[in-house]
T-cell receptor, first 113, second 115 residues
Framework: EDQVTQSPEALRLQEGESSSLNCSYT??????LFWYRQDPGKGPEFLFT???AGEEKEKERLKATLTKKESFLHITAPKPEDSATYLC??????????????FGSGTRLLVRP | GAVVSQHPSWVICKSGTSVKIECRSL??????MFWYRQFPKQSLMLMAT?????????EQGVEKDKFLINHASLTLSTLTVTSAHPEDSSFYIC???????????FGQGTRLTVV
C-alpha cells in the first residue's frame, strides 16, 4: 500500500537554528515527490517537485533532497516567517489509472524570534 | 506558478441545506481536478478525482450522492455538499493539474460550517 510518513510531527526552532524535516515513503513506482507549505486556513503552496534519487532543489532557505526511500527538507537559518505546516506528497496511480497525490500528515514548524 | 481560485473562502449553512463550492483554474486548462477534505491538524484526504467531461472517481468511503462533483469545462469544477450536516463541517480544498505537467496547484480552501 502506498504510504507517506512525515517526522517530526511538530518542530520548534529558534530563529537561525537550522534543521531538517523527514518524509519517508513507500510507493509502487515513484513518479514524483512534492513538498508544500501550508499556512493556517489556506491551501497548500507548492514548493518543490523531485523525481529521482539524488535530485536536489533549493529555494531561499529551503533545500529538498531525495533518496530511494525518503526525502528531506532542510531549513537553513530559519526566520519566524518560515513558520507553517510543511506537507510531503507522492504521486501514485489512482483507481481510474490516472495519478493522484498521497499526502503525509505534515510537520508543524514554529520558528521563534 | 499556475493560479487556482476557490470560492467561497468560507460559508456557514443550516443543517439540511446544500452548498456549492467552485474551483477555477485561472491561467491554464485543467484536465484533472482533485477535491480534498482536511480536518484540524490533519493532512489532506483525497475525496475524488474529476476529469473534464466525465464522471468523478470517488475514494473509498466517500458518498458520491452526498458530494456531487461536476467538471463541465477545462477551467471549472464544482463540489456540492448536499443535505449538509454538522459532521460535514470541514476545510475543503481543490487542486488542478495542468495538461502535460504534473504540477498540482491548490485553491485557497473553503471553510464549511454547518449549524
Amino acid at each position: 500500500e502506498d504510504q507517506v510518513t512525515q517526522s517530526p510531527e511538530a518542530l520548534r526552532l529558534q530563529e537561525g537554528e537550522s534543521s531538517s524535516l523527514n518524509c519517508s515513503y513507500t510507493v509502487s513506482g515513484l513518479r514524483g515527490l512534492f513538498w508544500y507549505r501550508q499556512d493556517p486556513g489556506k491551501g497548500p503552496e507548492f514548493l518543490f517537485t523531485l523525481y529521482s534519487a539524488g535530485e536536489e532543489k533549493e529555494k531561499e532557505r529551503l533545500k529538498a533532497t531525495l533518496t530511494k526511500k525518503e526525502s528531506f527538507l532542510h531549513i537553513t537559518a530559519p526566520k519566524p516567517e518560515d513558520s507553517a505546516t510543511y506537507l510531503c506528497a507522492v504521486q501514485a496511480r489512482a483507481k481510474d489509472s490516472s495519478y493522484k497525490l498521497i499526502f503525509g500528515s505534515g510537520t508543524r514548524l514554529l520558528v521563534r524570534p | 506558478g499556475a493560479v487556482v481560485s476557490q470560492h467561497p473562502s468560507w460559508v456557514i449553512c443550516k443543517s439540511g441545506t446544500s452548498v456549492k463550492i467552485e474551483c477555477r483554474s485561472l491561467d491554464f486548462q485543467a484536465t484533472t481536478m482533485f477535491w480534498y477534505r482536511q480536518f484540524p491538524k490533519q493532512s489532506l484526504m483525497l475525496m475524488a478525482t474529476s476529469n473534464e467531461g466525465s464522471k468523478a472517481t470517488y475514494e473509498q468511503g466517500v458518498e458520491k450522492d452526498k458530494f456531487l462533483i461536476n467538471h463541465a469545462s477545462l477551467t471549472l469544477s464544482t463540489l456540492t455538499v448536499t443535505s449538509a450536516h454538522p459532521e460535514d463541517s470541514s476545510f475543503y480544498i481543490c487542486s488542478a493539474r495542468d495538461t502535460g505537467s504534473w504540477g498540482a496547484f491548490f485553491g485557497q480552501g473553503t471553510r464549511l460550517t454547518v449549524v
